[in-house]
């Protein structure tokens, strides 16, 4: 079964870091690009960041770039975003999720359950 | 950034009557459009990828359409569980962007 699980959520005070991981299991991980989002209470999805298979291309948001670094270690089968210099507006819900199929970037068919984040004073 | 901007906010329907919602995009993604679906306290799931493929398990009454700029997801005769909140997310170019979202809800 293909399983994502996120971790490493919190709360933070502004200006705080976090680094979230997300646990892959049941696929060949190093082989998909993955991606994170976030969704603020009551609101909507918000894409944050991707990265390739091997990890060599990543994407960002404009709201979290130079702010947020994805990254991968594939001999462990795990997804990372390094957050710092957090502000208010980064309070959300994180999800992992990984694409459909090994070769494009088409769709988000696996996300895992999620890891809240609140930044506050 | 590509913006997304779906309509109706929320659509009030009835079991078993047909649901059209509406994603249109600030400029041409071509077909590079995925749709999901969710549900209250769960994750999002895919229901369809390059704006007219079913994701594996979406029953045959969800249908995708469209291109450039404008596209529509239908469910032909709505089922209790389909009921949610369904966004669109556009794939065609860095940074991805989501519509707002359109809330389905019972009539």
């Known amino acids: 079964e293909v399983q994502l699980l996120e971790s490493g959520g919190g709360l933070v005070q502004p200006g705080g870091s976090l680094r979230l991981s997300c646990a892959a299991s049941?696929?060949?991980?190093?082989?998909?690009?993955m991606s994170w989002v976030r969704q603020t209470p009551g609101k909507g999805l918000e894409w944050v960041s991707g990265i390739s298979g091997r990890g060599s291309n990543t994407y960002y948001a404009d709201s979290i770039k130079g702010r947020f670094t994805v990254s991968r270690d594939n001999s462990k089968n795990t997804l990372y975003l390094q957050m710092n210099s957090l502000r208010v507006e980064d309070t959300a819900v994180y999800y992992c999720a990984k694409e459909r199929a090994a070769t494009a970037y088409d769709g988000l068919d696996t996300w895992g359950q999620g890891t809240k984040v609140t930044v506050s004073s | 950034e590509i913006v997304l901007t779906q309509s109706p906010a929320t659509l009030s329907l009835s079991p078993g009557e047909r649901a059209t919602l509406s994603c249109r995009a600030s400029?041409?993604?071509?077909?590079?459009l995925a749709w999901y679906q969710q549900k209250p306290g769960q994750a999002p799931r895919l229901v369809i990828y390059?704006?007219?493929n079913r994701a594996t398990g979406i029953p045959a009454r969800f249908s995708g359409s469209g291109s450039e700029t404008d596209f529509t997801l239908t469910i032909s005769s709505l089922e209790p569980e389909d009921f949610a909140v369904y966004f669109c997310h556009q794939r065609r170019s860095w940074p991805n962007s989501f519509g707002r979202g359109t809330k389905l809800e019972i009539k």
């Open positions: 390059d704006a007219s």
């Open positions: 400029q041409s993604i071509s077909s590079f």
């Open positions: 049941g696929f060949t991980f190093n082989i998909y690009a």
